[in-house]
T-cell receptor, first 113, second 115 residues
């Protein structure tokens, strides 16, 4: 069974640009969550989608947004990139909300220059 | 708000020895899950072990076991017979059953295995 797939693996963007990251969950999983990982702040929750609906959102500015498609694939978008947005963005999928185990992808390393 | 604290930023252990990573958490909830995730240099976050708060018995997965002390809000990970492949960043994490599905992570402990 294929794991969680995140694309692209690496990305370099310029300040002010926007970026879209993609996450394909494990087949059959309906919940997708996004996390930002930085050396200073550690792992921080961005948002969670279930059945195409955003159910939870972390404490991030409105420049960070996401969506989920009917096949459970999810995208997150960051607009007006700032240097501080440089991070590893991790996607996690779960079978359904309330189910305890989350499986993570390998992440997208975003560098903003 | 729930918090997870890992007080050991780095640890080292000799190959084949046993090491214990510490984790404490704070919550007012009675029903939750606790996890240890491993993140090797490949960046893939791998679930090592999980513990349901309602279970008194400590979880065990091969060489990995936990010491779950609910009253003390402590959740340590013991790695027996340490192997070179165990070298990684280890994150303690908390997930509420009732409230929402976000996972709250500690800052991590980097584990070095000495040959």
């Amino acid at each position: 069974k294929a794991g969680v797939t995140q694309t692209p693996r690496y990305l370099i963007k310029t300040r002010g640009q926007q970026v879209t990251l993609s996450c394909s969950p494990i087949s059959g999983h309906r919940s997708v969550s996004w996390y930002q990982q930085t050396p200073g702040q550690g792992l921080q929750f961005l948002f969670e989608y279930f059945s195409e609906t955003q159910r939870n959102k972390g404490n991030f500015p409105g420049r960070f947004s996401g969506r989920q498609f009917s096949n459970s694939r999810s995208e997150m978008n960051v607009s007006t990139l700032e240097l501080g947005d440089s991070a590893l963005y991790l996607c996690a999928s779960s079978l359904a909300t309330g189910i305890q185990e989350a499986f993570f992808g390998q992440g997208t390393r975003l560098t903003v220059v | 708000a729930q918090t997870v604290t890992q007080s050991q930023p780095e640890m080292s252990v000799q190959e084949a020895e046993t090491v214990t990573l510490s984790c404490t958490y704070d919550t007012s909830e009675s029903d939750y899950y606790l996890f240890w995730y491993k993140q090797p240099p490949s960046r893939q976050m791998i679930l090592v072990i999980r513990q349901e708060a309602y279970k008194q018995q400590n979880a065990t997965e091969n060489r990995f076991s936990v010491n779950f002390q609910k009253a003390a809000k402590s959740f340590s990970l013991k790695i027996s017979d340490s192997q070179l492949g165990d070298a990684a960043m280890y994150f303690c994490a908390y997930r509420s059953v009732a409230r929402d599905d976000k996972i709250i992570f500690g800052k991590g402990t980097r584990l070095h295995i000495l040959p």
